[in-house]
């Protein structure tokens, strides 16, 4: 078991930066691997960006591919997603999760644990 609880949301404008955290406990961040999600209004969850249990591989979604780091803070045991560049269209609340696995990847149902998601609001 591990749980999850993101921070570091808020309102911001298009071309800000944010970083949002998502501390673990229960189990290291990095004997699992790790990811954020994000649902805007009506729509379907979405992959964002994920980590490998190692540390040795990370993946995005093409729309925030060069805008957007996940890393991670073994010491704290927290999870990182560095936003820059921010667009209205990353308006969403953005949840980080958890898998045993040992491979990364963009399939929700694949994540067995989930933080309750933190709002991000980037207005124009």
């Known amino acids: 078991q591990i749980q999850l609880v993101e921070s570091g949301g808020g309102t911001v404008q298009a071309g800000d930066s944010l970083r949002l955290s998502c501390a673990a406990s229960?189990?290291?961040?990095?004997?699992?691997?790790t990811g954020w999600f994000r649902q805007a209004p009506e729509k379907e969850r979405e992959f964002v960006a994920a980590i490998s249990w190692s540390g040795g591989s990370t993946d995005y979604a093409d729309s925030v591919k060069g805008r957007f780091t996940i890393s991670r803070d073994n010491a704290k045991n927290t999870l990182y997603l560095q936003m820059h560049s921010l667009k209205p269209e990353d308006t969403a609340i953005y949840y980080c999760?958890?898998?045993?696995?040992?491979?990364?990847?963009?399939?929700?149902?694949?994540?067995?644990?989930w933080g309750q998601g933190t709002q991000v609001t980037v207005s124009s």
């Open positions: 999760a958890a898998r045993g696995g040992i491979r990364t990847t963009m399939t929700s149902s694949s994540y067995d644990f």
């Open positions: 229960g189990r290291p961040v990095n004997s699992v691997t």
